[in-house]
């Protein structure tokens, strides 16, 4: 049984060549930890000698802690009997993450949108930032949703829609819905169980989740979240919450392999590399607002920081991606996983074409929710740029889309197209201000959306869909015949 240690004690250790702190309850001696914290020395330092739970709750995963350091270094338990007011009065105060009186209640939520406003409304200003942020002048983020709008629709009257399915699969697991939550980094930031309380969401909802390599907690204990005999939506039979895994590829690639391997153990239906984003893209509103340089996330093992440049989250911890990641490395990748791979990214016909061609089973289109390259362009055009110029990869492997879906409509849009499913980011973050509740909500508000616009379009099932659905007219001279620019006959002179 681990000793009880008196807050006291715990009080006498706080310089650094002396140094105890409390985290949940258990006593730790930090003192030759703190120079090699990934968050740097000055946090475990303004707690010495104290209480630092509820900071870092904020930040790290509970387990963390007693996995990182060694045995020896966990001293014993905080002695409940020794706490006084002073030991209370005397710990740092914490900024909340949330300002509960603003949030309006979940009940009163009716769109999407209403979570972006709750979302905006209640998260701190770095959280918020980070979120909403894209790169440089944001076209490329409001394209996104606007190009869906300017899609029609072309209803079909006087059929019998009492009874609608809009069940589907995706790299073979069912889902109730055409809807996944793409991968999206650092949900601790808008709720303690981040990724976890998602992932019981999705399950819930029957919908599946893409853990992000930069999420909150280590895979295994996302994984081991949603563990158990539990329904999966409301899926006759179906008990497992599908899992995929999104990867950036790191410059140390024995860490990749060892990652890949350790998430295909633990049951991910498959891998979402990330090809659209090298280099991160410049995200202003991120930059303009300072880092809380304890951040850090355990997969990737990088920390925040604030430079000259900013302080944005999405460019300081994303400097262990490789950005020498070439089409020549897909059969190392092949190599080191079994599991289906899926490339998250493509915004041309001529990589599509060429991931079919290279054997991929399935691609995202995606601009990474305009957070790269602004001015890029919307997934629904590259949709619709794959039909015009290799319709032939439909039939080889699964196209996905994410970025800018805010309604049911637009679900309906891209699978006319020939999208398999939708991937959503933001919105997930979103919902998840609200919990697990909020995760359900956010996914049956699409789904009834969906519903009704079925029945509008006279469609009782998603096999009935097709382009011949949609009035595309208003959007097709954006969409390129292939590679070569139609008339502007330059070339480069240096080999590409």
Known sequence: MAPLISAQEVSKHNISEDLWIVVDDAVYDLTEFAPEHPGGAAIIHRYAGRDATIAYSEIHAPSLIKTSLPSSKALGTLDPASITDEWAKH???ISSSFSWDAKPPLDSLISTYDFVSAARQTLTPKTWAFYSAAATDLH???RNNSAYTDIGLRPQILTNVKDVDTR???????????????????AKLVHTEGEKEIARGCRKAGVPQCISTAASFPVGEIFESVAGEVT???????????????????????????LLKHVEELGAKGIFVTVDAPVPGKREADERVKADENTSTPMSGVKAKNDAKGGALGRIMGGFIDSSLSWDDLPWLRRCTKLPIILKGVQTAMDAKRAMESGIEGIVLSNHGGRSLDTAPAPILVLLELQKCCPEVFDKMEVFVDGG???GTDIFKALCLGARSVGI????????????????????????ELETTMRMMGVT????????????????????????????????????
């Not at 980011?425 to 009834?448: H, P, S, T």
Request: proline fraction near 7%.
């Open 91 to 93: 710990a740092p105060s």
């Open 168 to 186: 589907t699969s995706m790299l073979g697991q069912k889902m109730s819905v055409p809807i996944f939550c793409a991968p999206a980094s650092m």
């Open 405 to 407: 879906i805010m309604r």
């Open 425 to 448: 980011g933001r919105g997930f973050l979103f919902a998840l201000n609200y919990g697990q509740d909020g995760i359900e909500k956010y996914v049956d508000i699409l789904k009834d």
């Open 461 to 496: 099932d998603l096999s009935q869909v097709h382009p011949g659905l949609l009035n595309t007219g208003a959007v097709d001279h954006l969409i390129p015949d292939g590679k070569e620019h139609p008339y502007a006959k330059w070339r480069p002179r240096a080999k590409i």
């Open 140 to 142: 490329t983020k409001a």
């Open 232 to 258: 999966y939506g409301a899926l006759e039979g179906e008990t497992e919450l599908p899992l995929f895994f999104q990867l950036y590829v790191d410059k140390q690639r024995h860490k990749t392999e060892a």
